[in-house]
Nanobody, 117 residues
Framework: QVQLVESGGGLVQAGGSLRLSCAAS????????MHWYRQAPGKQREWVAA?????????ADSVKGRVTISRDNANAQNTVYLQMNNLKLEDTAVYYC?????????WGKGTLVTVSS
């Protein structure tokens, strides 16, 4: 089993920045991809960004240029970060961490980001 715990959400003004973290623990295979998704009120969950265990990153068009995903694989722990800059009202959502590997597809419980005007 793999456990994912997100943190770093909160209330921020438009134009501000936040850094989300997701700490993964448990039976984590060395080769995996970690994703961030988000779900705004009344909307479907959408993919935000992903990073492989080798460090290759990809971003949704809606956040490209404003968001940076990174990860720390030290000490057999996998922590993924999402640095979000120039936040917009439409970035308000619950942000979820997701880890995909050959032994499963795991989700965290989410962290709420609220962007105010």
């Amino acid at each position: 089993q793999v456990q994912l715990v997100e943190s770093g959400g909160g209330l921020v003004q438009a134009g501000g920045s936040l850094r989300l973290s997701c700490a993964a623990s448990g039976n984590i295979l060395r080769m995996n991809t970690m994703h961030w998704y988000r779900q705004a009120p009344g909307k479907q969950r959408e993919w935000v960004a992903a990073i492989t265990s080798a460090g290759a990153a990809n971003y949704a068009d809606s956040v490209k240029g404003r968001v940076t995903i990174s990860r720390d694989n030290a000490n057999a722990q996998n922590t993924v970060y999402l640095q979000m800059n120039n936040l917009k009202l439409e970035d308000t959502a619950v942000y979820y961490c997701n880890l995909v590997s050959l032994n499963g597809n795991y989700w965290g419980k989410g962290t709420l980001v609220t962007v105010s005007s």
